[in-house]
């Protein structure tokens, strides 16, 4: 049997490496979505900047600018023409000393040969023409004048052909014919591909014969001709970059290549091929280099490849353009130019793109637009409410505390445990219920789910919530957006996983009021139209109270400005600023209807307006309510705070997390 192993390069980077940090990463999209970014921008945004430990596309980016500009800045285009000169120079120099001292000579001679040297044109190429058919006396001059067109054709070469100028150093004439055989066979088959005539059959009998001039050995004829084309419109564009005073003398130099014109009218023909192959190229392009480091024409054109390759790379980096992906980064080409360690940070890129997307965190909507799924949005609230529990034990010195099992107190007793139990185990009844079991059943296994008792709790209260938030353009204004969203994320979090027997709703009020789902609050843009309308959010909050009659109501309530709108009887809102009398006695009424619905209000005040703080403290006093002013990064903290206290003690009783939570730290309770 034939064995089909195959290997390759690893390419997977430090296989000891950590896994992607994708709650890391779910943070900063989740943060920049309230924001008001779209879960695709955001997740880009994290991409572009990166994390903690990862390199993102941006520090790419930068390294490939300026990985550009150090080769722009370090290399000008005319050192071929200097190396000629350098030889022609030596030359020259050679030919004099031999004049000098050849006494055989015949003084005439000797007189009309320096006259001719003494008479070169300027200009390298005319002066290197001029002596084409010059008698050198020196064998050194000789050899290196033979050097120049030597040298000035493996260069032509190397601008199509990369690592010609290497291989044919000290060519033979046997070496010279081979190279104008492949290139008289590779323009009839660029022919023939134009004219459609060509087949596999025929590209695989070129490879055959002259397959050691291309090692990247390429495959199919569409293969060669993208080599071929790129490495051309490279040195066409290096021919662009040069003053016109270079290009002429380049094109004069060019006909005493190896003594041959055929081999530029082959060159000339194999350009023409590809520019109608491959009229996507960039063959109209040009730079500016201004260094000092003298390039070659082999080396010229492969630096103008580098440079291609980067400005592609920039371009793969920005993900500007429609329908990117991580996918679109040529790796290979960034280690070439950057290195492999940035090949690698790339591929991690590529890695944590895909683990979004299929671990579920984005999903596409009807609109086939990208929104955190219910799992982000779990993991999301999840690390928001680890920060509140954080800033609620910091502030009393005091370590988190968790707490297994449903909020109430352990009544002493026990009972078969049912499906959605969330109460602590009974481990010796459950171990004992094994044991008796097993003694009529020795077969049987060691523990049963038939077997589990759980430890009875004492009923506790429901509570029916209702978090108005003030949605109104002061709140994007002043900053407030973000903290708005993540509080009401973090409650909904708290009351979802831990108090699932509580109906929480959330409202947000501009010049209207809305109930929204938890989804549609963290994704809602900054709204800009101008009011405050709290009578309607407190007329949806009591209908939410209403619909439970059997729990307890708790109305949280934040804002950072006065009521400047209402709804009139025909459900139309009225606008005023100031605050219209009509407007406020309308929110007091609503107030008031939520307190004898028994409701525990607390009002969270942003800002430090003096006339909002009078008009907050007078409603909390209406319903011996609450007020907390707390800065933005305590938000949360406060409302959750309020919430257990809220659950923790009778509507008319103190005691509850929110007693001690007020008074310490940057944040301040008013009233009781």
Request: hydrophobic residues 35%; aromatic residues 6%.
């Amino acid at each position: 049997m034939k064995d089909r192993t195959r290997f390759k390069r690893y390419e997977g980077g430090d296989p000891l490496a950590p896994p992607v940090d994708l709650a890391e990463a779910l943070d900063a999209i989740g943060e920049d979505v309230m924001a008001g970014y779209s879960p695709e921008r955001a997740m880009r945004e994290f991409l572009r900047r990166g994390g903690r430990d990862q390199t993102g596309l941006d520090d790419l980016a930068r390294r490939v600018a300026e990985r550009r500009r150090e080769l722009a800045q370090r290399h000008h285009l005319d050192g071929t023409l200097q190396e000629v000169r350098e030889l022609l120079d030596h030359a020259l120099l050679e030919e004099r000393k031999q004049l000098a001292r050849d006494a055989m000579m015949d003084d005439g001679d000797r007189a009309f040969r320096e006259m001719q040297l003494e008479n070169l044109p300027a200009s390298t190429a005319a002066a290197v023409n001029e002596l084409s058919s010059y008698d050198w006396q020196s064998r050194e001059a000789r050899e290196d004048y033979e050097r120049i067109k030597d040298l000035l054709g493996r260069e032509l070469l190397d601008q199509r052909f990369a690592g010609m100028k290497q291989a044919l150093e000290n060519a033979t004439d046997a070496d010279r014919a081979a190279v104008n055989e492949m290139l008289t066979d590779l323009n009839e088959l660029l022919d023939k591909h134009g004219s459609g005539e060509d087949t596999q059959e025929d590209f695989d009998e070129f490879m055959r014969k002259h397959g050691d001039f291309f090692p990247e050995n390429p495959s199919t004829i569409d293969e060669l001709l993208d080599s071929l084309a790129q490495r051309a419109a490279a040195a066409q564009r290096m021919l662009n970059s040069m003053t016109p005073e270079q290009r002429q003398e380049l094109m004069e130099l060019s006909q005493q290549a190896f003594g041959s014109p055929e081999l530029m009218e082959q060159l000339a023909q194999m350009d023409a091929n590809l520019r109608a192959l491959r009229p996507g190229e960039d063959w109209g392009g040009s730079e500016q280099m201004s260094g000092e480091e003298g390039l070659g024409l082999g080396d010229g054109t492969g630096v103008f490849q580098d440079l291609a390759e980067l400005d592609a790379l920039s371009e793969q980096l920005s993900q500007s353009y429609g329908g990117a992906r991580m996918d679109d980064l040529d790796l290979d080409a960034l280690a070439r130019q950057l290195g492999e360690q940035a090949a690698v940070d790339a591929r991690t890129l590529q890695r944590l793109e895909q683990a979004l997307r299929d671990t579920g965190y984005l999903k596409r909507d009807s609109t086939g637009q990208y929104r955190l799924s219910p799992k982000a949005m779990r993991q999301l609230g999840k690390a928001l409410l680890r920060d509140v529990a954080e800033r609620m034990s910091g502030r009393q010195g005091q370590r988190e505390l968790q707490r297994a099992g449903a909020a109430g107190d352990l009544s002493g007793a026990t009972r078969e445990w049912a499906f959605g139990d969330t109460e602590p185990w009974h481990v010796p009844r459950t171990m004992l219920n094994g044991v008796v079991r097993r003694a009529g059943d020795p077969s049987g296994p060691l523990l049963s789910i038939d077997d589990v008792e759980v430890q009875e709790t004492e009923a506790r209260t429901q509570a029916a919530v209702a978090l108005l938030v003030d949605t109104s353009f002061s709140m994007a204004m002043d900053g407030r957006w973000v903290p708005m969203k993540r509080t009401a994320l973090a409650l909904h979090t708290l009351i979802r996983s831990r108090f699932r027997g509580d109906h929480l709703q959330l409202i947000g009020f501009g010049r209207h009021a809305e109930v929204m789902e938890i989804e549609q609050l963290t994704a809602l843009d900054a709204m800009w139209d101008k009011g405050t309308n709290l009578h309607h959010a407190l007329l949806l909050a009591n209908r939410h109270f209403r619909k439970h009659p059997n729990a307890q109501p708790v109305l949280l309530v934040v804002t950072d400005g006065e009521p400047t709108s209402h709804l009139e009887p025909d459900g139309e809102v009225y606008f005023s600023y100031p605050p219209h009398p009509l407007t406020v006695a309308y929110a007091v009424r609503e107030l008031d209807n939520a307190g004898r619905l028994g409701a525990q209000t607390t009002f969270f005040r942003l800002g430090e307006d003096p006339g909002l703080a009078r008009f907050i403290d007078q409603m909390a006093r209406r319903v011996d309510g609450r007020v907390v002013a707390p800065e933005l990064d305590d938000l949360g903290a406060a409302v959750v705070g309020s919430y257990l206290g809220s659950r923790g003690r009778s509507p008319w009783g103190g005691g509850g997390y929110g007693d001690w939570f007020g008074g310490a730290g940057r944040g301040f309770w008013v009233g009781d």
